[in-house]
């Protein structure tokens, strides 16, 4: 796949659906933050009025967000075969992200299969731990909206010359050198306990010296 440092890639012959596959993060939290904090305060007022108890479901959110993260990008995103529907596939729902990596339209899930995809995952939370999803879904979604914008900046800002720019690093190495690996963006966390962290630049130096030193 080549990758285009500038423009972007059509999905749709029709302007209407294609405008509805590109959307600006600003709009994203315009959504989620009010419903998020709807969410919480329907939760600490009506059903559970324990802070404590709103402060481990909404953190317990966002940690499990992480892990879906990892998961997703994984294997939904990076999952990938001969036919061509999944190639298709593929290549909409994140191809075309690698192929174009700097186009700022198609950095953020856009509204409609955002509102979608968080549906499902509150009816599932609901399912699995009842009432007590409102606060646990609202941790999720805010660990949602975390990703999404260090993803946006990442890719439209330059590495900061702190502590952070260890995360525009990881996320450059998936991009540009290792497609098969770092697939944590949020935290490499999951990287590391699943054995997908890139190789390290010593270890790289190390085994290109081997190859090139004489017997």
């Given at each position: 796949?080549?990758?285009?440092?500038?423009?972007?890639?059509?999905?749709?012959?029709?302007?209407f659906?294609?405008?509805?596959?590109?959307?600006?993060?600003?709009?994203?939290?315009?959504?989620?933050?009010p419903?998020?904090?709807?969410?919480?305060?329907?939760?600490?007022t009506?059903?559970?009025?324990?802070?404590?108890?709103?402060?481990?479901?909404?953190?317990?959110?966002?940690?499990?967000?992480?892990?879906?993260?990892?998961?997703?990008?994984?294997y939904?995103?990076?999952?990938?075969?001969?036919?061509?529907?999944?190639?298709?596939?593929?290549?909409?729902?994140?191809g075309?992200?690698?192929?174009?990596?700097?186009d700022?339209?198609?950095?953020?899930?856009?509204?409609?299969?955002?509102?979608?995809?968080?549906?499902?995952?509150?009816l599932?939370?609901?399912?699995?731990?009842?009432?007590?999803?409102?606060?646990?879904?609202?941790?999720?979604?805010?660990?949602?909206?975390?990703?999404?914008?260090?993803?946006?900046?990442?890719?439209?800002?330059?590495?900061?010359?702190?502590?952070?720019?260890?995360?525009?690093?990881?996320?450059?190495?998936?991009?540009?050198?290792?497609?098969?690996?770092?697939?944590?963006?949020?935290?490499?966390?999951?990287?590391?306990?699943?054995?997908?962290?890139?190789?390290?630049?010593?270890?790289?130096?190390?085994?290109?010296?081997?190859?090139g030193?004489?017997?």
């Amino acid at each position: 796949m080549k990758v285009h440092v500038k423009g972007s890639s059509t999905l749709f012959k029709s302007k209407f659906l294609e405008a509805l596959t590109k959307t600006h993060p600003a709009i994203i939290l315009s959504m989620y933050i009010p419903i998020c904090g709807f969410l919480l305060y329907y939760f600490y007022t009506s059903i559970d009025h324990s802070f404590s108890a709103l402060l481990l479901l909404f953190f317990g959110g966002m940690f499990t967000w992480t892990f879906f993260e990892y998961i997703l990008h994984r294997y939904v995103f990076h999952f990938i075969d001969e036919r061509q529907w999944v190639q298709k596939f593929h290549f909409f729902v994140h191809g075309i992200h690698h192929e174009y990596p700097k186009d700022k339209n198609r950095l953020v899930l856009p509204p409609i299969p955002s509102l979608i995809v968080a549906s499902v995952f509150f009816l599932f939370f609901r399912l699995i731990v009842g009432v007590y999803a409102y606060a646990f879904f609202s941790g999720f979604m805010i660990g949602y909206l975390t990703y999404a914008m260090m993803h946006y900046t990442m890719h439209v800002v330059r590495p900061p010359k702190t502590v952070f720019k260890y995360l525009w690093v990881h996320h450059n190495h998936h991009h540009y050198k290792y497609p098969d690996k770092a697939f944590g963006v949020s935290s490499p966390f999951w990287d590391l306990i699943f054995g997908t962290m890139p190789p390290k630049k010593s270890k790289i130096e190390s085994q290109q010296s081997e190859v090139g030193s004489p017997n």
